[in-house]
C-alpha cells in the first residue's frame, strides 16, 4: 500500500480506524491475532536437546567416556555404569545452569525492550512496542525510537535519524502532508517513519502501517541476527586463566600417574585414576559458571529495580569511584509544585502538594480570588497553553502524564479554575517550536476567538530574559530596562534560594496579516516578559541515606543539573553532597575551561549546575582522565553521548528516551539514586561471590590433586579409587558451589574502597588462600589414609573410605570460611539457607554411598562406625579452623 500517497479520510478507511480515538482493545487483540506480534524474527537458539549434548564436548570427558568403555568391556560394569551414572548427572548440572543464565537474559531483553505512546479507547497509554498492531495510532518525540512503520498525520519540528535504514547520518525532516512521485526510496519518503529510527527533534502523530518483518527494518534483518556478544571482561580473564590451569592440572596429573606407575602401580589402575582425577581437577566450567553467578545477581538487580543491559556493567558497577546524577527524578521525587509565583511586580504563593489540583493562592499571607489578579491570571493561562502535560488519575492518586515541570504549570493553573478543555474553546494552537535541551525554551503561536495571534514562550529564566525587549508592568507593555532586569534577578536568585525551579513565561502579539513563522529564531525575538513560576522538587527521603553510604564506600556523588546555581546548593546541602569545601561550578565557567582545566576543578566539585547534556561528556572525560570509574545517568537524548563515554552508563526508565536506553549500561526502573546505590552493592557482592566460587572450586581442586601425589610419592596405594574422586567431585563442586553465587553482601563491603579495575583474580591474598587451604586439605585426608592403615593394614577399602570421607567433609566446611574474605567465624553459617541445604544435601549423598549395602561394590566403600567421624570431622575441620585461627592472631598484632 502506498498510505505515504494517501489523503487522512482515505487512511483510516484503508486501515479501517477513527483516527481521533484509534483502535478499541478488542479490535487491537483481534488484529494482534492476524497479524502477529510486532517482533523481528532472530536466528534460530539452540534447542535445550543440543543444549544437553553440548555438556558432553569437553575433551576430558570424551576421554574419560572412552576409559570407561574400556573398563566395560574389561568386566567392570559396575564401574563403567557408575561413572556413566555420575557424567549425565554433571552434565544435567550444567544443562540447567546454561538454561538459566540463557533465560535470565531473555529475561532483561524483555524488560529492556521499548515502550510507546498509542491512543486505544480514546486515551493515551503507554504499551511495549511489541504489541503494536496495523491501525494503532501513536505519538512520539525527541527521544523516541519508532515502534514500527508509521505514517505521519501530525508534524512539529519532527526530525528523524534514519542511518539505520539509509545510512544517512544527517536527521531527516518529516512532514505531514501526502506524497506523490515514482520509484521513491526510503529516503524520499518524509511522510513516513520507519521501525528502529530516533526521532532528534520536535514531535509527531502518525498511524502504524507495517509491523515486524513486513516494516523497511524487517526487510533488512539479517543485520539484526547477529545477538550480541556477553562474554564480560572478567569471563575472558578466566576463560585465560582455566587454560593455564588446565595445563597445570594435567601436568600435575600425568606426575601423579608417571609416579604411580613407577612405584609399582599398575598401568590401566593410574591411566584410569589419572584421567578420573583430572576431570575433577579441570575447572573447565568456570566461565560458565560466571555466567550464571552474574545472571541470578542480575534477577537480584531486577528486583532492587535496576534492569542491567550489558553485562560487563556488572562487574565494572564494583569498580565506581564516582557517580555523576541528574538532580531532578532521580535524587528528588519527581513531583513538581509551583509555590511561588511572581508578575507586574507581585509574589504570590500557593497552597497544595504534588498533583492534587486542589490549592489556594496568598498574597503576603492573605487569600485572594486569582481571576481578579490580571497579570496573575495571563501567567496562568500561558503557563497552560504552551503546555503538552496531561493530569491524570489512578485508584491512589494523581500522576503527570508528560514532562513533570510542565504538569507543576498545568496543575497551577487548574487550581485557579483553568482547564485545557475551557482554553480549547478559547485559543486554538497553530504552531509549535518544541523545547531543546540547547535553546532551553518552547514556544507555541496561538489564536483566540477575535483572531488576534501570539506567541508564547516559556523556558528557563536567564536564558528568556535575553529575548525579551519588554515587561508587562503596572497591566502595560514598557521597555525592559536595567533596573527592570535587576527586580527580575533578584526574585530569581530569592526563588533559586529557596530551593525552587524557575520557569519564566513571555509572549508577543503578532500582526494581523503576518504570515505563518518560518523559524524558531523569528518567533523568539522581541518578546514582553510576563512573570516567572517558582516550583520545588522536594528530594527523594532515601536519597540522604544512600549518598552517605556511598561516601563511606569511597564513591563520591557530584550533581548534575540544568537548575540555577543556587538552586542546586540549596538541594545539594539538604542531601549532604555539598560541604564547605566543595565547589559548585556553573555552565557558564565549564564553557570557559579546558579539558585540562577541568581535570584540576573536577576532583572539589560536587555540583555543576545550569549545563546542558553536552556539558557532560565533558565531566565524564575530565574524571576520567584523573583516573576515576564513572557512573553517569541520563534520560534525553543529548544524555547519550556521555552514558555511552561514561564507564557505566545509566539511563531512567521511567523519564527516559529510548536513545538514552540504548547507549546505557543500566537502566533505573525507579529513576531513584538509591537504586544506584543498591546496584553498585549488589555489582560488588556479584564479584566478590565471584571470587569466593573460584576460591572453593580451585582450593578444592588442588586438595585432591595434592591428595594423589602426595600418596604417589610415599609409594602408598591409591587413597581414592576413580569413581570416588569423581563422586568428591560431583558433590562439593555442583551445588555448594552454585550456593555460594546467592550469597548475601558482606557488612562491610559498602565500607570498601572501590576495587582497581586492573585487579587480578588472585589479588587481595586470594592465590595464598587457595594454595594455603588445598595443601592443607590434601594433608589431613592423607593423615587419615595413614592413621586408618596403620589401623586396619589387612583392608584398603576401609582406609580409601576414610580418606574420600575426609577429603569430601573438608571441602564442606571449607565452602563455609569461603563466604567471607576473613574468617570462618566473621559470618553466621545458618545466614545462606541455600548453601546449608545444599551442603547437607551433599552430606547426605556422601553418606549414602558409604552406608546403602548396594552403592557400597559400586563405590567401594565400607560401612564406618561412628568412633571414625571423630577423626574425619577433627582433621576435616582442621584446615579451615587452623588458618582462622592465624588470621584473627594477625589481626590483634
Known sequence: MKFYEMERPDIEKKLNVNLEKGLNSKEAEKRRKQFGVNELEEGESQSAFKLFISQFKDFMILVLLA????????????????????????????????????????????????????????????????????????KFESGDRI?????????????????????????????????????????????????????????????VTAIGMNTAMGKIADLLQNAETLSTPLQMRLEQLGKVLIVAALFLTALVVGIGIL????????????????????????????????????????????????LPAVETLGCAS??????????TQNKMSVTHLWSNGKTWTVSGTGFSPNGEFFEDGVRIIPQREKSLYQLLTFGLLCNHAELKQNKRDFFIDGDPTEGALLVAAMKAGLTRENLSQQFTVEQEFAFDSIRKMMSVVV????????????????????????????????????????????????????ALRNIAVAYKPLKERESAIQNVEEAEKELIFIGIEGMIDPPRPEVRQA????????????????????????????????????????????????????????????????????????????????????????????????????????AMGISGTDVAKEASSLVLMDDNFATIKSAIQEGRNIYENIRKFIRYLLASNV??????????????????????????????????????????????????????????????????????????????????????????????????????????????ILVFDCRSEHSIFSRNPFENRWLVLAVFSSAVLLLAVIYIPSLQPVFQTVTLPPREWLLILGLSALPTFLLAGSFYTRKRK
Not at 564516582?322 to 535524587?331: A, F, L, N, R, Y
Not at 553510604?549 to 538541594?571: F, L, P, S, Y
Not at 581414592?720 to 557488612?747: C, F, K, R, S, Y
Open 67 to 138: 576409559a570407561t568403555l574400556v573398563s566395560g568391556l574389561l568386566g567392570e560394569y559396575m564401574d563403567a555404569i557408575a561413572i556413566v551414572a555420575i557424567v549425565i548427572v554433571n552434565g544435567f548440572l550444567g544443562f540447567f545452569q546454561e538454561r538459566k543464565a540463557e533465560q535470565s537474559l531473555q529475561a532483561l531483553k524483555e524488560l529492556s525492550a521499548p515502550k510507546v505512546n498509542v491512543l486505544r479507547n480514546g486515551e493515551w497509554i503507554k504499551i511495549p512496542s511489541k504489541e503494536l498492531v496495523i491501525g494503532d495510532v501513536m
Open 547 to 650: 549518598i552517605k553510604e556511598c561516601r563511606e564506600a569511597g564513591i563520591k556523588t557530584i550533581m548534575i543539573t540544568g537548575d540555577h546555581v543556587m538552586t542546586a546548593r540549596a538541594i545539594a546541602k539538604q542531601l549532604g553532597i555539598l560541604d564547605n569545601r566543595s565547589k559548585v561550578v556553573s555552565g557558564q565557567e565549564l564553557n570557559q575551561m579546558s579539558i585540562a582545566e577541568l581535570e584540576e576543578v573536577v576532583q572539589d566539585t560536587a555540583v555543576f549546575a545550569r549545563v546542558s547534556p553536552e556539558h557532560k561528556l565533558k565531566i565524564v572525560r575530565a574524571l576520567q582522565n584523573n583516573g576515576h570509574i564513572v557512573a553517569m545517568t541520563g534520560d534525553g537524548v543529548n544524555d547519550a553521548p556521555a552514558i555511552k563515554a561514561a564507564d557505566i552508563g545509566i
Open 447 to 498: 489564536k483566540d476567538q477575535s483572531g488576534q495571534r501570539f506567541v508564547i514562550t516559556k523556558g528557563a529564566p536567564d536564558v528568556l530574559i535575553q529575548k525579551c525587549s519588554s515587561i508587562l508592568w503596572n497591566e502595560k507593555k514598557v521597555n525592559f530596562s536595567r533596573d527592570h532586569k535587576k527586580i527580575v534577578d533578584n526574585v530569581i536568585r530569592d526563588f533559586a534560594g529557596m
Open 703 to 812: 586438595g585432591e590433586i595434592l591428595v594423589m601425589l602426595f600418596a604417589m610419592i610415599l609409594a602408598f596405594p591409591l587413597p581414592l579409587v576413580p569413581i570416588q574422586i569423581l563422586w568428591v567431585n560431583l558433590v562439593t563442586d555442583g551445588l555448594p558451589a552454585m550456593a555460594l553465587g546467592l550469597d548475601h553482601p558482606e557488612e562491610d563491603v559498602m565500607k570498601r574502597k572501590p576495587r582497581n579495575p586492573k585487579e587480578g583474580v588472585f589479588a587481595r591474598g586470594l592465590g595464598w588462600k587457595v594454595l594455603s587451604r588445598g595443601f592443607l586439605i590434601g594433608a589431613v585426608t592423607i593423615i587419615a589414609f595413614i592413621v586408618a592403615r596403620k589401623q586396619h593394614p589387612e583392608n584398603l577399602a576401609y582406609a580409601q573410605t576414610i580418606a574420600f570421607a575426609t577429603l569430601t567433609v573438608s571441602q564442606l
Open 147 to 207: 515502534g514500527a512503520d508509521v505514517r505521519i498525520l501530525k508534524a512539529n519540528n519532527l526530525e528523524l535519524e534514519e542511518s539505520a535504514l539509509t545510512g544517512e547520518s544527517v536527521p531527516v525532516p518529516k512532514i505531514a502532508e501526502s506524497i506523490h512521485g515514482e520509484h521513491l526510496n526510503i529516503g524520499d519518503l518524509e511522510n513516513m517513519a520507519f521501525m528502529g529510527t530516533m526521532v532528534t527533534r520536535g514531535n509527531g502523530i502518525g498511524v
Open 322 to 331: 564516582v557517580i555523576c546524577s541528574d538532580k531532578t527524578g532521580t535524587m
Open 263 to 310: 612405584q609399582g602401580h599398575g598401568f590401566y589402575e593410574m591411566i584410569f585414576a589419572g584421567v578420573s582425577l583430572a576431570v575433577a581437577a579441570i575447572p573447565e566450567g568456570l566461565p560458565a559458571i560466571v555466567t550464571v553467578a552474574l545472571s541470578l545477581g542480575v534477577q537480584r538487580m531486577i528486583k532492587k529495580r535496576a534492569v542491567v543491559r550489558k
